[in-house]
């Protein structure tokens, strides 16, 4: 897992933390996507099976989740029974409906490896921009999705011979058929606009049939194709519904509420992957009888230290290495990658920047401010101290209460952790006006009012954030003697529970030191100086 996942997963779990807060049932769906050629190339290149590749990091990724703060309803794999049947019933169905249909094709062929080249088995030049790129995607250029066949000058990434042409027999799903239904599908389809603008200008450019098969071994076979299994991107989309079947057959919950019935389906999508989610899963949906997206939601993309990011060229944070293994807290990430832009735009990392973010947003304006508060509290009371909430106080909790269920709603989460910062704002704000270490020496009953202020809207920060950083929250939770389930936004408004013992807080964001951030700024570097061949400076 690299950083560049967690744009998408990050939000996504946001998302629906802060659903569930409003009230709302919500299911929370993913899985691994296990077939295509990524996987049997690495395979190759480490002399190994592609099912114990994808095994190992379907494995990887479900172990590092939780130590994120992410927790699916249903974590799957696309290489799972469940997803295999479904995806035989969804094709079946595309047929019956005279959606799929065979033909003959022109594809490279590897005269030395003895076989066709998808995907990223070749290499070539664009023929949009001229550009190097995969046999599946223009990765240096123009970003354009490339069907087999249309990368000029290929040639076999295994052992670089130039490509010849054969001819074979491929299956279509005749995308051509579903003009119309595009264009209205788009026109109302929810989330953002950078989603619905790519596919429509995709729209206006002409349409295409898609070859939905590929000539591996490794994959869902296509049924009564010797040799052909389906292309990835047909049976990983489907992988949501299979996901979903896992999930209900192992909670007696029904999979069809969502996808054939009054479901809402909600998408959580990099934006490299718009064209798959906003052009061919409704038609693939659409044609089979199933329901389509109500919104697919895609974040920008993302810049490791004002570069593209590659992981070939060294730009790319692996998490579990050089994040969690470096003691690194999970929340800190989770509020970087939420508030550093919106989530349209593209995210540059740098670990300056998210020291920046760190030290002085959570460190020295949130951070600062609960430990404060419930230090004074426990060091002069022991317990929740007795008051009445004044309106400046009561009214910025219910002003946040509203603007984030409308950031929500809006995928807004960079304006959702400014309103929570701007509460913790408000708060040092009020104390270092109110001033409660002076009061306290000649007015004790306004000083316990002040502390009883400044604890109610630590409790309200922790619930109101807890879905950007659950562990911290909890951690608040815990220092006021208050267990962490569930707690709904509208219970921010709600009265403390007075005479509750505190226990003894402790800061919660450890600051990151000048000397911590070469030591990680190194690490970078040495990498990307790897990659170039070049020695680091």
């Given at each position: 897992?690299?950083?560049?996942?967690?744009?998408?997963?990050?939000?996504?779990?946001?998302?629906?933390?802060?659903?569930?807060?409003?009230?709302?049932?919500?299911?929370?769906?993913?899985?691994?996507?296990?077939?295509?050629?990524?996987?049997?190339?690495?395979?190759?290149?480490?002399?190994?099976?592609?099912?114990?590749?994808?095994?190992?990091?379907?494995?990887?990724?479900?172990?590092?989740?939780?130590?994120?703060?992410?927790?699916?309803?249903?974590?799957?794999?696309?290489?799972?029974?469940?997803?295999?049947?479904?995806?035989?019933?969804?094709?079946?169905?595309?047929?019956?409906?005279?959606?799929?249909?065979?033909?003959?094709?022109?594809?490279?062929?590897?005269?030395?490896?003895?076989?066709?080249?998808?995907?990223?088995?070749?290499?070539?030049?664009?023929?949009?921009?001229?550009?190097?790129?995969?046999?599946?995607?223009?990765?240096?250029?123009?970003?354009?999705?490339?069907?087999?066949?249309?990368?000029?000058?290929?040639?076999?990434?295994?052992?670089?011979?130039?490509?010849?042409?054969?001819?074979?027999?491929?299956?279509?799903?005749?995308?051509?058929?579903?003009?119309?239904?595009?264009?209205?599908?788009?026109?109302?389809?929810?989330?953002?606009?950078?989603?619905?603008?790519?596919?429509?200008?995709?729209?206006?450019?002409?349409?295409?049939?898609?070859?939905?098969?590929?000539?591996?071994?490794?994959?869902?076979?296509?049924?009564?194709?010797?040799?052909?299994?389906?292309?990835?991107?047909?049976?990983?989309?489907?992988?949501?519904?299979?996901?979903?079947?896992?999930?209900?057959?192992?909670t007696g919950g029904d999979w069809e509420h969502y996808w054939k019935g009054p479901g809402r389906l909600i998408h959580f999508i990099g934006g490299d992957i718009v064209y798959h989610h906003c052009l061919?899963?409704?038609?693939?949906?659409?044609?089979?009888?199933?329901?389509?997206?109500?919104?697919?939601?895609?974040?920008?993309?993302?810049?490791?230290?004002?570069?593209?990011?590659?992981?070939?060229?060294?730009?790319?944070?692996?998490?579990?290495?050089?994040?969690?293994?470096?003691?690194?807290?999970?929340?800190?990430?989770?509020?970087?990658?939420?508030?550093?832009?919106?989530?349209?735009?593209?995210?540059?990392?740098?670990?300056?920047?998210?020291?920046?973010?760190?030290?002085?947003?959570?460190?020295?304006?949130?951070?600062?401010?609960i430990y404060r508060s419930l230090l004074f509290a426990y060091r002069n009371y022991g317990k929740v101290p007795s008051g009445f909430i004044e309106p400046e106080i009561e009214g910025a909790v219910k002003?946040?209460?509203?603007?984030?269920?409308?950031?929500?709603?809006?995928?807004?989460?960079?304006?959702?952790?400014?309103?929570?910062?701007?509460?913790?704002?408000?708060?040092?704000?009020?104390?270092?006006?109110?001033?409660?270490?002076?009061?306290?020496?000649?007015?004790?009953?306004?000083?316990?009012?002040?502390?009883?202020?400044?604890?109610?809207?630590?409790?309200?920060?922790?619930?109101?954030?807890?879905?950007?950083?659950?562990?911290?929250?909890?951690?608040?939770?815990?220092?006021?003697?208050?267990?962490?389930?569930?707690?709904?936004?509208?219970?921010?408004?709600?009265?403390?529970?007075?005479?509750?013992?505190?226990?003894?807080?402790?800061?919660?964001?450890?600051?990151?030191?000048?000397?911590?951030?070469?030591?990680?700024?190194?690490?970078?570097?040495?990498?990307?100086?790897?990659?170039?061949?070049?020695?680091?400076?």
């Amino acid at each position: 897992m690299h950083i560049a996942h967690l744009r998408t997963y990050f939000p996504a779990d946001i998302y629906v933390r802060y659903q569930r807060k409003l009230g709302r049932d919500v299911l929370f769906i993913s899985g691994s996507d296990t077939h295509g050629t990524p996987i049997t190339v690495k395979a190759e290149e480490q002399g190994t099976s592609p099912e114990r590749i994808s095994k190992q990091y379907h494995e990887h990724f479900r172990q590092i989740y939780p130590r994120l703060g992410i927790f699916f309803d249903n974590y799957g794999s696309t290489d799972d029974p469940v997803n295999h049947h479904r995806t035989r019933e969804i094709a079946m169905k595309l047929i019956e409906n005279g959606y799929i249909y065979q033909k003959d094709v022109t594809l490279p062929f590897c005269p030395t490896c003895e076989r066709f080249l998808p995907d990223r088995y070749m290499e070539g030049t664009c023929p949009h921009c001229g550009a190097d790129a995969r046999g599946d995607e223009c990765d240096q250029g123009c970003g354009r999705y490339l069907e087999p066949g249309e990368i000029t000058d290929p040639r076999c990434t295994i052992c670089g011979t130039t490509a010849e042409y054969k001819s074979t027999r491929h299956h279509f799903l005749k995308l051509t058929a579903f003009e119309g239904f595009l264009r209205e599908f788009l026109e109302g389809l929810g989330g953002t606009e950078n989603a619905r603008n790519y596919a429509k200008g995709w729209l206006e450019g002409g349409l295409k049939d898609w070859n939905i098969t590929r000539n591996l071994a490794w994959g869902i076979p296509f049924p009564g194709a010797k040799d052909l299994t389906f292309y990835v991107w047909f049976d990983a989309p489907i992988g949501y519904i299979g996901s979903t079947e896992e999930w209900a057959e192992r909670t007696g919950g029904d999979w069809e509420h969502y996808w054939k019935g009054p479901g809402r389906l909600i998408h959580f999508i990099g934006g490299d992957i718009v064209y798959h989610h906003c052009l061919f899963w409704p038609c693939m949906l659409k044609g089979a009888g199933y329901s389509v997206p109500d919104a697919v939601i895609a974040s920008g993309m993302v810049r490791v230290e004002g570069h593209n990011f590659s992981k070939s060229r060294g730009y790319v944070l692996w998490v579990e290495d050089e994040y969690l293994e470096e003691g690194l807290d999970a929340d800190s990430l989770r509020y970087y990658i939420a508030s550093y832009t919106g989530h349209t735009r593209d995210l540059d990392f740098s670990w300056e920047n998210y020291a920046g973010k760190l030290n002085k947003e959570l460190v020295g304006i949130l951070g600062n401010f609960i430990y404060r508060s419930l230090l004074f509290a426990y060091r002069n009371y022991g317990k929740v101290p007795s008051g009445f909430i004044e309106p400046e106080i009561e009214g910025a909790v219910k002003k946040a209460i509203a603007d984030i269920t409308g950031y929500v709603q809006n995928y807004e989460f960079k304006k959702i952790c400014d309103t929570i910062l701007g509460l913790a704002i408000t708060g040092n704000r009020y104390l270092q006006e109110r001033e409660p270490w002076k009061v306290i020496e000649t007015d004790p009953d306004e000083a316990r009012d002040i502390i009883h202020n400044a604890v109610w809207l630590s409790r309200a920060i922790a619930i109101l954030g807890e879905p950007v950083f659950p562990f911290h929250a909890y951690e608040i939770y815990r220092q006021l003697g208050l267990d962490h389930n569930g707690y709904g936004l509208d219970e921010a408004l709600g009265a403390l529970n007075v005479g509750y013992k505190l226990n003894e807080p402790r800061p919660l964001f450890k600051q990151l030191s000048e000397e911590r951030l070469k030591e990680l700024g190194e690490t970078l570097s040495r990498r990307i100086s790897r990659a170039s061949g070049k020695p680091s400076s």
